[in-house]
Every structure is written in structure tokens, then in C-alpha cells.
Nanobody
Framework: QVQLVESGGGLVQAGGSLRLSCAASGRTFSSADMGWYRQAPGKERGFVARINRSSSTSYATSAKGRFTISRDNARNTVNLQMNSLKPEDTAIYYC??????WGQGTQVPVSS
């Protein structure tokens, strides 16, 4: 059974940093795209960042220059380093692997 488990969320002040991690189990994802999405209160889930099998990355406009996605294939993990956080980054952050697999989400409230 495939599982994705996010960690690293929590309350942070505006301007601060957080590092989210997602640990996958049940299969390896070294040849698959992995990514992060987020859902803010009252809004639909949206794309944040993606990393492919070659470690090429793409970002939402709101994340460019502040967030960095990385992967560790040996550990079957994907990370999201978030810097210069803003109150509008407040959301539940979800890990995604190979399009169809999702984690349960981790909350990131950013206080002003």
C-alpha cells in the first residue's frame, strides 16, 4: 500500500522559513514526478512546485524565488524549503507523487 506522509508544518511568523518533507512508502518514485500543492481556506487546491525524475523543477509564480523543491531518491522523499513566508502562504500543504498519490496534508499557518 502506497503512503505519503508529510511533516514539518507548523505556525511561523511572516518572513520566516519552514522545510516540509514527504516520505513515501509502498513503492519507489525515483522515476516519477513528485510535487507539492496547497489549499488555502475557502480556496481550491493549487500547484506549488514539481520536480521530475531528472530533478528539473517548476514552480507556481507565487513560489518562485522563495520556495525550493528537492528530492532524495535513496530515501524516497521530496522536500519543500519555504523562505520569506507571507500570510498568504497559509494553507494545508499536500505532497503528490506520480500524479495519483496524495499525502494527508500538513498545515502551515503564517502569522502577520
Amino acid at each position: 500500500q502506497v503512503q505519503l506522509v508529510e511533516s514539518g508544518g507548523g505556525l511561523v511568523q511572516a518572513g520566516g522559513s519552514l522545510r516540509l518533507s514527504c516520505a513515501a512508502s509502498g513503492r519507489t518514485f525515483s522515476s516519477a514526478d513528485m510535487g507539492w500543492y496547497r489549499q488555502a481556506p475557502g480556496k481550491e487546491r493549487g500547484f506549488v512546485a514539481r520536480i521530475n525524475r531528472s530533478s528539473s523543477t517548476s514552480y507556481a509564480t507565487s513560489a518562485k524565488g522563495r520556495f525550493t523543491i528537492s528530492r532524495d531518491n535513496a530515501r524516497n522523499t521530496v522536500n519543500l524549503q519555504m523562505n520569506s513566508l507571507k500570510p498568504e502562504d497559509t494553507a494545508i500543504y499536500y505532497c503528490n507523487a506520480a500524479v495519483v498519490y496524495w499525502g494527508q496534508g500538513t498545515q502551515v499557518p503564517v502569522s502577520s
